[in-house]
Every structure is written in structure tokens, then in C-alpha cells.
């Protein structure tokens, strides 16, 4: 049995009227999931963007640390080298102030004010010299005790040969001249070159005194001429002994 057109109708406008409200709900539901998902995805954006980028920096970051770290090192090595040459400046002058002895006496000039670095260089420097010629010195002095040292072994040398050759012929010797008879011989020298020489030297200035032994010395020490006074002196003493 067919439904009336009324009945038809209302069941088609029941139909529209529960459309109608369900539409709001379902729009109003849709678009809370919009908004829902368009903040979710606005966060998301917001938050991928305001997040740092840890692949990208993480990367970055120990090479950065890296060369800071490198920096740190070479100025902190730097820093103790500068330090440890400071140190050992100091202690080097603090050395030579204890072993310089002029760097040790007070300088009335100065008081008790401790001693500048250019002033402990230049005692350094006086006291090096000092050294310098205190130590040739003493090597002269040592080069001519090793030639009196030389000429003494020599003369031992002579000597035992000497003493040698007199134990060996210990006849020889017997007819020696005696210590009087070499002063006689010697005073005869002196005696005849007296001669000369008064008759020679004038005395009224130490100038002209100077010039007539000069003088004196030239004519009457001549090698012939001592040769014959000593001849003539060996003659008189010997005529005088036998």
C-alpha cells in the first residue's frame, strides 16, 4: 500500500531538518580538525625551524672546538716559553750577580738599591777582562819559570859532568889556581882600565859624563885592546908566582 504524499514529504523534510543539523556538527567537527592539524603543522614548521639543525652544527661544532682548542694550546705553549725565558734570563743574571765579585761590593753611589741589569753586564764584562789579563800574565810568568826551569836542569846537567869527570881523574886539580890569584888577575884589569878611563871622563855635568864613557867605551873596550891588557896583566901576575 503506497504511503501518502504527505507522509512522504515529511519523512523527506525530517530527512533534510536531520541533514541540516548535522551539518553544523560536521562542519563545526571538520574544521576543529583543520585547525587542529593546520597548528599541528604550524608547530611543527615553527619548531623544525626554531630547532638548530644538530646534522649540520654538530659537524661544525668539534671542528670549531678543535681550532679554538689548537689556539688555546699554542698560546698557552707560547706563554710558558716566554715564561721559562724570562726565568732563565733572571736566574742567569742572578748567577752572575753571586759569582762576580764586583757585583757583590757595595756601590756607595747607588746605596743599598739593587743592582740594574746594565749595570751587573758591565761589571761582568770589567771582571772578564780583568780575567783576560790576569790569565796571560800568569802564562808569561809560567813561560819564564819553564825557561829558568830549562837553564837550571842545564846546569845541573854541566855540573854533573863536572863532578864527573873530577871523580874520574881525581889527580887533575892538584896545581889550581888559587881564589887570590884569579882576584889578582882580575884587579890588574880593573886597574889598567882605570887608567883610561880617569884620563877619559870629565865631571862637571852628568851630560858630559854620559858622553865621555859612551866615548870611552868606544876607544878603549875594543876586543884587540882588552886582549892586550889582559895579556899584560897575565904576564905581571905570572912573573909575580914563579
Known amino acids: 500500500m503506497a504511503e501518502p504524499p504527505g507522509a512522504a514529504a515529511e ?7 536531520a541533514g541540516r543539523a548535522a551539518a553544523p ?6 574544521a576543529r580538525k583543520g585547525s587542529v592539524v593546520s ?3 604550524s608547530i611543527g614548521s615553527t619548531s623544525a625551524s626554531s630547532v ?7 659537524s661544525d661544532y668539534p671542528q670549531e672546538h678543535y681550532k679554538e682548542s689548537y689556539k688555546d694550546q699554542r698560546r698557552r705553549a707560547h706563554t710558558q716559553a ?7 734570563i733572571k736566574k742567569g743574571y742572578d748567577d752572575l750577580q753571586a759569582i762576580v765579585p764586583t757585583c757583590q761590593q757595595q756601590d756607595f753611589s747607588i746605596g743599598s ?3 740594574s741589569k746594565a ?3 758591565q761589571k761582568t764584562i770589567d771582571y772578564i777582562q780583568f780575567l783576560h789579563k790576569e790569565k796571560k800574565k800568569q802564562e808569561e810568568e809560567v813561560s819564564t819559570l819553564r825557561k829558568d826551569v ?3 836542569k842545564i846546569m845541573k846537567v854541566n855540573y854533573e859532568q863536572i863532578v864527573k869527570a873530577h871523580q874520574d881523574n881525581p889527580s887533575e886539580g892538584k896545581d889550581q889556581v888559587s881564589d887570590q890569584v884569579k882576584f889578582n888577575v882580575f884587579q890588574g884589569i880593573m886597574d889598567s882600565l882605570f887608567e883610561s878611563f880617569n884620563a877619559s871622563i870629565s865631571v862637571t855635568s852628568f851630560q858630559e859624563l854620559s858622553a865621555c864613557v859612551f866615548s870611552w867605551i868606544e876607544e878603549h873596550c875594543k876586543p884587540h885592546t882588552l886582549r892586550d891588557i889582559v895579556i899584560g896583566v897575565l904576564h905581571q901576575v905570572k912573573s909575580q908566582l914563579y
Open 11 to 17: 519523512e523527506a523534510w525530517g530527512k533534510v531538518k
Open 25 to 30: 556538527a560536521l562542519f563545526m567537527d571538520g
Open 39 to 41: 597548528r599541528a603543522n
Open 52 to 58: 638548530p639543525n644538530t646534522d649540520d652544527e654538530d
Open 82 to 88: 716566554e715564561q721559562k725565558r724570562r726565568d732563565a
Open 113 to 115: 738599591q739593587k743592582l
Open 119 to 121: 749595570i751587573i753586564l
Open 150 to 152: 830549562m837553564a837550571l
